[in-house]
């Protein structure tokens, strides 16, 4: 099975702020990747597919980047509707794993 | 719109067995591939299953693999997850999504699954 590490495991940022999250596979996933958003009690949702493409409705604050074995998401201005935690996922081969997730937490 | 709803969730005994279903509407469900994701109580996101548009190819996690049964009835727009040989381990909020092509693009609300004596 391919493992997804993220790091950090937290991060505390302020609004107005730019924050990288990292996401790294235990072998390479080519750009198989998704990064999805959840707020408490909420279903995830899809912001970034095929390790760069945002997906429609996103705002464009919202990048990744990444192939391979590495790949992050970065938010250029935080907002605060963007603290929440952030999973990264790869869809290269089944079984299909998470990233155990990022808490971006108000400094 | 475009939804996915989840129900038939609730308290089982270990060993138990139960029978979730997801409703889709506001797109040709039958196009689709479709799966299961579970969040355990203060954890993050698990992988459980998927079906083919066409209910041919069935993939699972192996945590669940011999216990858990995929399905599909196209011509319902209703997706199903049969649940036997439940362990406390399976206590989770499940939830159902639409396979985009490139991820998970529509999720259901989830529905809570808690196994206990």
């Known amino acids: 099975d391919i493992q997804m590490t993220q790091s950090p495991s937290t991060l505390s940022a302020s609004v107005g702020d730019r924050v990288t999250i990292t996401c790294r596979a235990s072998q390479s996933i080519s750009r198989w990747l998704a990064w999805y958003q959840q707020t408490p009690g909420q279903a995830p949702k899809l912001l970034i597919y095929m390790a760069s493409n945002l997906q429609s409705g996103v705002p464009s604050r919202f990048s990744g980047s990444g192939s391979g074995t590495e790949f992050t998401l970065t938010i250029s201005s935080l907002q605060p509707d963007d603290f929440a935690t952030y999973y990264c996922?790869?869809?290269?081969?089944?079984?299909?794993?998470f990233g155990q997730g990022t808490k971006l937490e108000i400094k | 719109q475009v939804q996915l709803v989840e129900s038939g969730g609730g308290v089982v005994q270990p060993g138990g067995s139960l029978r979730l279903s997801c409703a889709a509407s506001?797109?040709?469900?039958?196009?689709?591939?479709m799966h299961w994701v579970r969040q355990a109580p203060g954890k993050g996101l698990e992988w459980v299953a998927f079906?083919?548009?066409?209910?041919?190819?069935?993939y699972y996690a192996d945590s669940v693999k011999g216990r858990f049964t995929i399905s599909r009835d196209n011509s319902k727009n209703t997706l199903y997850l049969q649940m036997s040989s439940l362990r406390a381990e399976d206590t989770a909020v499940y939830y159902c999504?639409?396979?985009?092509?490139?991820?998970?693009?529509?999720w259901g609300q989830g529905t809570m699954v808690t196994v206990s004596s």
């Open positions: 996922q790869q869809y290269n081969s089944y079984p299909y794993t």
């Open positions: 079906i083919r548009y066409d209910g041919t190819n069935k």
């Open positions: 506001g797109f040709t469900f039958s196009n689709y591939g």
């Open positions: 999504a639409k396979e985009s092509g490139s991820g998970f693009d529509i």
